[in-house]
Nanobody, 124 residues
């Protein structure tokens, strides 16, 4: 059973930075794509960034390109999201997720394992 635990959320002023971490346990996720999703009040959940199992390929939604960086450390079974130049529009509950083994990192229907989430609030 895969368990994902996010950390690093909090309250920050606009222009500030936060680093989210997603620690996996239960089994190695070396063969699994992973991603960060977010959901703001009254809005649908959206993908923020995704990374292939090797870390060699990444995806970012347009609104965070150039500001956020997704990485993973397979030796530590951990994924990260470095968020810089945060904007009030980034305020949301952020979730990490892992896809089924060998699923493509952009196949959103294959994200089967989810963390509980962490709140990110950006004040103006």
């Amino acid at each position: 059973q895969v368990q994902l635990v996010e950390s690093g959320g909090g309250l920050v002023q606009a222009g500030g930075s936060l680093r989210l971490s997603c620690a996996a346990s239960g089994r190695t996720l070396r063969g699994n794509a992973m991603g960060w999703f977010r959901q703001a009040p009254g809005k649908d959940r959206e993908i923020v960034a995704a990374i292939s199992w090797s870390g060699g390929s990444t995806y970012y939604t347009d609104s965070v390109k150039g500001r956020f960086t997704i990485t993973r450390d397979n030796a530590k079974n951990t994924m990260y999201l470095q968020m810089n130049t945060l904007e009030p529009e980034d305020t949301a509950y952020y979730y990490c997720a892992a896809a089924l083994t060998l699923a493509h990192y952009l196949d959103l229907n294959k994200y089967a394992y989810w963390g509980q989430g962490t709140q990110v609030t950006v004040s103006s």
